[in-house]
């Protein structure tokens, strides 16, 4: 069902209930802040503008990735970093960034190199997804090759260009095809995306089954709060409290990720 096409009831319903979820979404023309009750979509608006390709959250803050600088907000502004040009930020023992072939650490409001990876393509937890495969943050190579995303959450998984893997005596392989996203619980639930197919794992160690989605474009990203939220690549956000897929139309372009703020 379409949140374009709730009803006025289910619109009390939504501005009755206190809990709400935001999550921000980054874009190609700024970041966008969406607030969900379960799996209702409700407001959401433009919070910065300019292209973003990236966002972590962690602590009550957000974290940015942009084509000038790594911009972090506490919920009032988004504050320049110095970090420079970003592919990729995450969280891990603080905001990690990756950009021209760097991964660094803020701290106390400075950058501290780790290591040296060329064209990262995203960063969670302490592993970073890159065109020569899944590397730690010190740049050393843990395996595999043209890795799209990378999750540490559970068992580290890998979205690759030959497929889905899951790293046991090594990584291991889940499921074939070009994997350009995934994202796990801690509970060991996940999810992975193809261009053409959204899939899920209810648990570590079962099987990956396809998601049946009421719209329509590629998944762009997968993240977790009080229910799970995915975005596609043209603007359609997504949420499932256990009752289904609901989504809606957030008429923003090029959107390349989701997080959720605590």
Known sequence: MSDEDISIDEKRVYADKAETTTAFVATGVGVARVEVSDDIVGEFALEHRGAATDLAAADGRLAVATPEDVLVSDGESFAETGFGPADAVGFHDGFVAAGDGTVARLSDGEWTTLGQVEDVRSIDGDMVAAASGVHRLDGTHVGLDGANDVSTVADPLAATDGGLYYLANGWMAAADGAFEVVAGRADGRAHAATAESLYERAAEGEAWT?????????????????????????????ADAGDGWRHRSLGLPDVSAVAVVY
């Open 210 to 238: 396809p998601v049946d989605l009421p719209a329509g474009g590629p998944v762009a990203d997968v993240a977790y709060g009080d229910a799970t939220y995915a975005v596609t690549r043209d603007g359609t956000f997504l």
